[in-house]
Antibody, heavy 117, light 109 residues
Framework: EVQLLESGGGLVQPGGSLRLSCAASGFTFSSYAMNWVRQAPGKGLEWVSA????????YYADSVQGRFTISRDNSKNTLYLQMNSLRAEDTAVYYC??????????WGQGTLVTVSS | EIVLTQSPGTLSLSPGERATLSCRAS???????LAWYQQKPGQAPRLLIYGTSSRATGIPDRFSGSGSGTDFTLTISRLEPEDFAVYYC??????????FGQGTKLEIK
């Protein structure tokens, strides 16, 4: 059974940093591209970042480019999102997601990030 | 950047009725790259349909997808109580990699 378990969310002040983790199990982690997708309170879904199975291809939404860094450790079956220079508009539930071609097949339960003073 | 516009914003129907949800793209989308998700309150989204019309694993056959070019449709043939939720369409592209519609809320009438 595919399982994705996010951690690392919490309350952070504007301008601060936070690192999210996603522990994956139930599949060969290194064989799959992974994404981060977020959802602001009461709002829709917004794709944040993607990384290929080997980590060699990385993509970001314009809204986080230069502030967020996606990475993965295939030896630990773990996906990361380093978030710097956080803003109030980054407040959201952040989902870790496993992708298959052109679709997001599995989602974690999400971790809430709140950016507020 | 392709923009996806879903309509209606809210759809009020009764169990047993047929639901038709629309997703319109600002540019042509490859049929292989259009998917639909269901999200219930407090839960993560769930993949329903991919490649415009292929059902994901475990999805009942009352859910179907169709369309091409810029117009895509999710149809629920006969609504069950558990189908009332928010539905999102999504397209896959080069930049950004994934774009979502704003969602359609399917509520009980």
């Amino acid at each position: 059974e595919v399982q994705l378990l996010e951690s690392g969310g919490g309350l952070v002040q504007p301008g601060g940093s936070l690192r999210l983790s996603c522990a994956a199990s139930g599949f060969t982690f290194s064989s799959y591209a992974m994404n981060w997708v977020r959802q602001a309170p009461g709002k829709g879904l917004e794709w944040v970042s993607a990384i290929s199975g080997g980590g060699g291809s990385i993509y970001y939404a314009d809204s986080v480019q230069g502030r967020f860094t996606i990475s993965r450790d295939n030896s630990k079956n773990t996906l990361y999102l380093q978030m710097n220079s956080l803003r109030a508009e980054d407040t959201a539930v952040y989902y870790c997601a496993r992708v298959s071609p052109a679709r997001i097949e599995y989602w974690g339960q999400g971790t809430l990030v709140t950016v507020s003073s | 950047e392709i923009v996806l516009t879903q309509s209606p914003g809210t759809l009020s129907l009764s169990p047993g009725e047929r639901a038709t949800l629309s997703c319109r793209a600002s540019q042509n989308v490859s049929s292989s790259y259009l998917a639909w998700y269901q999200q219930k309150p407090g839960q993560a989204p769930r993949l329903l349909i991919y490649g415009t019309s292929s059902r994901a694993t475990g999805i009942p056959d009352r859910f179907s997808g169709s369309g091409s070019g810029t117009d895509f449709t999710l149809t629920i043939s006969r609504l069950e109580p558990e189908d009332f939720a928010v539905y999102y369409c999504q397209q896959y592209g080069s930049s950004p990699r994934y774009t979502f519609g704003q969602g359609t809320k399917l509520e009980i009438k």
